[in-house]
């Protein structure tokens, strides 16, 4: 049995929605600018730290890859506008050239290097290092591969219908609210 036009699209808005909710945690983590006003904070409790934004940082790359998958019967933003085209939904046949660009998308190829030679497979040829270099992925790249995804299944619930993805940007503050309240604690207590 193949999953209904309307199953797929809640699967890619749900995983585009978590996609965002990992990239917006890692991000507070990692970003020059945020970073800093936590170090400290952070390194107090350094294995939680230390294996969160590692966590979250591979939920977002394989949340991502899953995104731009091009490997047959797998939910991705490709598939989603194909079979909404072919079920009749000619509005959005102009998406499908754009989806054809995937396979040449530097981000794209990046995303799923990191995928396949570190997280849902590690290759036995390939030093971490190596394969972070090779990916040359940017904060910015994966951004732009999030707000693309959901740029397009939002134009595909415009016209099939369904729900929007959600970027649900309370997760990155709660993340902040979280770390300016540990470090608060921490100034009590010296």
Not at 34 to 57: C, G, I, K, V, W
Not at 126 to 140: E, F, K, N, Q, R
Not at 165 to 173: A, F, L, P, Q
Request: charged share 25%; proline share 2%; aromatic share 8%.
């Amino acid at each position: 049995m193949s999953l209904s036009l309307n199953e797929r699209i809640r699967i890619i808005g749900s995983n585009t929605s978590l996609a965002w909710a990992s990239f917006d945690i890692w991000w507070t983590y990692a970003s020059h600018e945020t970073r800093p006003d936590y170090l400290e904070t952070m390194n107090q409790f350094s294995e939680f730290f230390r294996f969160d934004e590692h966590a979250h940082f591979v939920n977002m790359i394989m949340l991502v890859s899953s995104l731009y998958d091009p490997t047959g019967k797998t939910i991705t933003v490709r598939s989603v506008i194909n079979k909404a085209v072919a079920e009749g939904h000619t509005a959005l046949k102009g998406m499908v050239p754009v989806c054809d660009t995937f396979a040449d998308d530097a981000a794209i190829k990046g995303v799923l290097h990191m995928r396949n030679k570190l997280y849902a497979h590690r290759d036995t040829a390939s030093t971490v290092a190596g394969v972070y270099a090779d990916a040359a992925l940017t904060a910015d790249d994966i951004r732009d591969l999030i707000q693309r995804a959901q740029w397009m299944i939002d134009r595909v619930v415009e016209v099939v219908g369904g729900q929007p993805v959600v970027r649900n940007t309370i997760v990155g503050e709660h993340v902040s609210k979280m770390l300016k309240t540990l470090k608060k604690e921490d100034r009590r207590g010296d």
